[in-house]
């Protein structure tokens, strides 16, 4: 009786269930070189195996998960690399902390997004202990027509001068968004609520957030937040200050 190792019985099993077969690079065996008496030692094998530790299975799906998320990882690092230029940010952009700064973080958040919003006092925090970081915030109108409509009014307040400042008017209020409500809100914040509305509409605006979207895709983003840690490393979801601090830290180590 032929014996796998753990790890290439896991995969085996994996693949079986999958109906797929698995052999090393450069195996001269193909699955249709088995005869079906040797196909179907090798079922039993496997069946055996899963009714003595179960937990074969879930380590072939851990192992394969963990490295579909490493090629997506690497597809979407190289996308980062492809864009280097509009990551670092545009008009169109809001930078917190130090315009110049050497140690990069990119943010894509939706304004409607709880988690976005749970992350701001992290962000701001991590902005204030790290005096090297350039933080640009990219606004993504992921989640409906509510935060097309408030993603538009930051793009809008951008070209007043006022976008950070709608923006924390925008993500700490807990009221159903409207025209009606952009417009109060920028009034109290002090721009001009008419221009907005306008501009929220213009071509500028939509051009904002078409690259903003563009980019997204392209770095395979599948929620928000989403931080693009220089050209290290992209992590999806509300990371603690702590992890951010950490990731952060690892860029002033060589690669």
Same mark, same amino acid.
């Given at each position: ?41 090798? #079922?039993?094998? %496997?069946?055996?195996? @899963? ?6 299975? &879930?380590? =072939? /799906?851990? +192992? ?71 933080? #640009?915030?990219? %606004?993504?109108?992921? @989640? ?6 408030? &993603?538009? =009014? /930051?793009? +809008? ?99």
């Amino acid at each position: 009786m032929t014996r796998f190792p753990r790890l290439r019985l896991s995969l085996l099993t994996a693949a079986l269930a999958g109906g797929l077969a698995v052999f090393p690079a450069g195996s001269s065996r193909a699955e249709g070189s088995f005869t079906p008496a040797q196909r179907q030692e090798i #079922v039993a094998i %496997v069946r055996n195996a @899963l009714k003595t530790d179960p937990t074969i299975l &879930a380590d =072939a /799906i851990t +192992a394969m998960r963990a490295e579909t998320e490493a090629q997506q990882q690497a597809k979407g690092l190289q996308a980062v690399r492809a864009n280097r230029a509009k990551l670092a940010g545009s008009s169109g952009d809001i930078v917190l902390g130090n315009p110049k700064g050497s140690l990069s973080v990119v943010e894509f958040y939706d304004p409607r997004c709880p988690y976005c919003r749970k992350v701001l006092p992290d962000l701001d925090r991590l902005v204030s202990a790290e005096p090297d970081l350039r933080l #640009v915030e990219k %606004v993504v109108p992921v @989640l409906g027509p509510a935060s097309q409509m408030e &993603a538009e =009014a /930051i793009a +809008a307040a951008g070209l007043q001068g006022g976008y950070l400042k709608l923006q924390q008017a925008l993500m700490s209020d807990s009221q159903p968004a409207s025209v009606a409500r952009i417009r109060a809100l920028a009034t109290a914040t002090g721009l001009d609520a008419d221009r907005l509305e306008r501009d929220m509409k213009g071509p500028d605006v939509a051009a904002i957030l078409h690259e903003n979207m563009d980019l997204a895709r392209q770095v395979g983003l599948e929620g928000t937040p989403t931080f693009l840690i220089g050209e290290k490393a992209i992590i999806p979801g509300a990371a603690s200050f702590e992890d951010l601090k950490s990731e952060v830290d690892s860029l002033r180590k060589p690669s």
